[in-house]
């Protein structure tokens, strides 16, 4: 009697309120009897797109990373909390007096490339302690700015002192950063109350599953093999013509200091991308971008890969 192949995989997991995200693998391992591991932690509060990576797909971890990510969030003006969500130990309380408009114009300057401060409360590490075990020991560390991404960011509502909006951007994105940074232009502080992941390096919460589901249906019949992947990587057509100054492409484009984003691609300009001659092996990943991405190319072509872009 053969031995069954050990599961491998990604799981697409909608993951519920009030649950960890290593609560959540430690469901699945315990479900499956596999190694399992994520690609982009979900705070308890937030709900949404986890992607689960089973088995040998765990190598995958640190290329899913990479990707972009979208949400809906909801944020409370007013308040301020030492975890920037309504979670928190309520820091300070202020009147609000913010009209649609000047809530929108506050949006407006956020979107583009931006600094953003991690919070305390986060897996962030400082000399090898999490920060958010410092945090619940009262201590605040300096950390450094770091440098996203925010594609899109629309208004969906607004109400009192509540409103709700989407966004996509960049990994290493904090919604109760962004949240709170909101609050300081508004001039009354805010705090983040919902946040649900959409999408997560193109991947869609459409195609998740519940925890009930996964254990019901049995993980294995829910896996998206690993080679699937590639196939939800966006391709950027047509090939660019541009590339930043450290590139030498097979074509003979002429290398620019930086190459512009292309419209509804969710592309950024290449600069400081990292050296290569462009005579890899198909998928071959590279290091570089503004946000230090990865891109993939293939054999002998200007034409680029994004993890999470939008097709043209």
């Known amino acids: ?22 609560r959540a693998v430690s469901v699945v ?23 689960l990576l089973l088995g040998s797909a765990t190598k995958l971890s640190s290329t899913l990373l990479e990707g972009d990510k979208s949400y809906f969030a909801t944020a409370l003006l007013g308040r301020e909390t030492d975890t920037l969500d309504t979670t928190g130990v309520t820091l300070r309380e ?9 809530l929108e114009e506050a949006l407006a300057g956020f ?19 999490r920060m958010y075990k410092l945090a619940r020991k009262g201590l605040e560390v ?30 290493g994105t904090y919604i109760r950063s962004l949240i ?21 390096a193109g991947f869609t919460i459409d195609d998740a599953h519940t925890l009930e589901e996964v254990e019901a249906c049995g993980a294995e019949n829910l896996l998206i093999p690993p080679e699937r992947l590639f ?33 509804n691609t969710g592309f950024t300009a290449m600069t400081g991308l990292s050296a290569c001659s462009f005579g890899g092996t198909k998928n071959t990943v590279w290091s570089g971008g503004c946000n230090d991405e990865k891109l993939f190319h293939e054999d002998g072509s200007a034409r680029f890969f994004r993890l999470g872009a939008h097709r043209p």
Request: with cysteine.
């Open 1 to 22: 009697m053969s031995t069954p192949a050990p599961l491998s995989g990604l799981l697409l997991l909608d993951k519920p309120d009030g649950m960890s995200s290593h």
């Open 29 to 51: 391992r315990r479900l499956t009897g596999a190694k399992v591991g994520h690609a982009g932690t979900l705070d308890p509060m937030a709900t949404g797109l986890l992607i």
């Open 94 to 102: 202020s009147p609000v007096h913010v009209t649609k408009a000047r």
């Open 111 to 129: 979107a583009g490339p931006i600094s953003q401060i991690p919070p305390m409360y986060s897996a962030v590490s400082i000399d090898g302690t």
């Open 142 to 171: 300096e950390r450094q700015a770091r440098l996203i991404t925010i594609y899109e960011l629309s208004l969906l509502s607004f109400a009192g002192d509540t409103f709700r909006f989407s966004v996509t951007c960049s990994k």
């Open 180 to 200: 709170a940074d909101i609050g300081s232009v508004l001039d009354c502080g805010a705090c983040m109350s919902a946040l649900r992941r959409t999408t997560s």
């Open 231 to 263: 196939e939800r990587l966006a391709i950027l057509t047509p090939p660019l013509t541009s590339f930043c100054g450290s590139c030498s492409p097979a074509n003979g484009s002429t290398p620019v200091s930086s190459a512009p984003r292309r419209a």
